[in-house]
């Protein structure tokens, strides 16, 4: 269970949400017609070594990864997300923003994998723990970021506007933030914080995309926190981490302070792209809680 103040490595508690996203990120590369490619998610996971190795290698290991229905969904899901995700930054950049800014960027490859306008910082904010994997896993394959890229080592809960600002980051000018799989692991309070920290911060002209997440009903979530199913590789149950709040939908919350807010429907996206999942499933009630949202300050 999560504690007030608790930290983490790439392999443990929400650090390894990073490296089970990876693998997924992954096997969705692995498809004929993949939705996204991401060229560094196997280098992560075959850093990792073990079952992360493992299930991107096409060996059996315990992951939710190699289950039929579960597996399936969180693959195209991640594909689906990368790919929305993906044509957010390209879009920013082309409406001339040149600062971006990773939040929990985890194992995040965008600044090695995006092309990025000249002039582009790319800020990725995470713990120490996290960005020294990363770092090494990608030096390991002699990766070069296209875009200056500045690492700053914070807790999401702690000052972090204050750490982006002292490492170049210019309130004064357009930037395009980036909450991607990080809502559902905050307290609401946290993440009424952290939106207020990205509103405090966006000069006009800026962007924001989020992933969010309405919380699981209450008897579902206590069946899964007993049953331990769907723990990840190396033994992390996923279900113990999360906090199952929402301070309020991301595109009401951006909306009433003069953002322009639009939100996509991870399920339906999902259908647009022909990679749909049963509703009924296990995997598709996952999907049905996610909307993945992208506003514009004015």
């Known amino acids: 269970m999560r504690t ?46 073990g079952d992360w190795a493992a299930v991107v290698d096409g060996e059996s290991t315990d992951s939710p990864l190699s289950t039929a229905d579960f597996g399936t969904a969180f693959v195209a899901f991640q594909g689906a997300r990368t790919r929305y995700f ?37 800020y990725e904010l995470d713990l120490p723990r996290v960005l020294a994997f990363k770092d090494q896993a990608l030096a390991g394959v002699g990766a070069t970021p296209k875009a200056r890229r500045v690492e700053i080592a914070v807790d999401l809960r702690d000052d972090w506007p204050a750490e982006l600002r002292a490492n ?6 357009p930037a395009a933030f980036i909450v991607e799989g990080l809502m559902i692991y905050l307290t609401a309070e946290a993440q009424h914080r952290l939106c207020e920290g990205i509103d405090a911060l966006a000069a006009p002209g800026s962007w924001v995309g989020i992933e969010d997440g309405e919380p699981i009903p209450e008897e579902d979530l206590a069946a899964a926190r007993a049953a331990g199913d769907q723990a990840a590789a190396g033994g992390t149950d996923f279900f113990n981490l999360i906090y199952n709040e929402q301070h309020e939908p991301s595109q009401d919350w951006f909306g009433a302070r003069g953002w322009t807010a639009e939100a996509t429907p991870l399920a339906g996206y999902l259908d647009e792209l022909g990679r749909g999942v049963e509703p009924d499933s296990d995997g598709g009630q996952m999907v049905a809680r996610n909307t993945l949202v992208i506003a514009r300050k004015a």
Do not use: H, M, N
Not at 14 to 25: N, P
Not at 98 to 110: F, M, P, T
Not at 168 to 173: I, K, L, N, T, V
């Open 4 to 49: 007030e103040g608790d930290s983490w490595d790439i392999t443990t508690s929400v650090g390894a949400t990073a490296l089970l996203v990876a693998a997924a990120r992954a096997l969705e590369a692995q498809r004929p017609q993949p939705l996204a490619v991401d060229k560094f998610a196997a280098v992560f996971c075959r850093a990792a070594g």
């Open 86 to 122: 993906d044509a957010y930054f390209a879009a920013a950049a082309d409406a001339g923003v040149r600062q971006v800014v990773i939040l929990a960027a985890g194992l995040d490859s965008r600044a090695f994998r995006l092309d990025w306008p000249d002039g582009t910082v790319v």
């Open 168 to 173: 170049g980051f210019d309130p004064d000018e």
